[in-house]
């Protein structure tokens, strides 16, 4: 489960992240990244899973699936961060070893786009 204090709880921050933020899409699942202006505060997280998904059973399986694979990934979020992590149906038959390595393959991918160009070394 996710600490209390990095749950997205609030539309406005969801709208946030998927509207201001990067996007990676995967197979079974899509990420969206913003920043909120006070970059001191922890990183929140939240999911988006539609009825495309499933039934509520298998909805709720899916969220908390992905609950507990982000919950090992949150130190990897900078300070300030909005992550939404939305779940495409194939997401709900997929094998949590396959989920794990989508949503590392996405949060890669936009932690890659927020850090700063390298220096390089020719001075150039």
């Known amino acids: ?21 990067g996007r990676a899409g995967r197979p079974t699942l899509v990420a969206h990244l913003g920043m909120r202006p ?3 505060d922890p990183p929140l997280v939240g999911f988006v899973v539609s009825r495309a998904v499933g039934g509520a059973v298998v909805r709720n399986r899916v969220k908390r699936r992905l609950r507990h694979l982000m919950r090992e990934r949150l130190d990897r979020l900078p300070r300030g961060s909005l992550l ?10 997929a094998r949590s070893e396959r989920l794990a390595a989508e949503l590392d393959v996405a949060l890669d991918r936009l932690l890659r786009r ?11």
Do not use: Q, T
Request: proline letters at 11%; hydrophobic letters at 30%.
């Open 1 to 21: 489960m996710l600490p209390s204090e990095s749950r997205m709880r609030r539309g406005e921050e969801f709208a946030g992240a998927v509207r201001r933020g």
């Open 38 to 40: 006070e970059n001191g």
């Open 84 to 93: 939404v992590v939305r779940a495409n149906p194939p997401a709900a038959s």
């Open 114 to 124: 927020r850090e700063p160009p390298k220096a390089r070394m020719d001075g150039r």
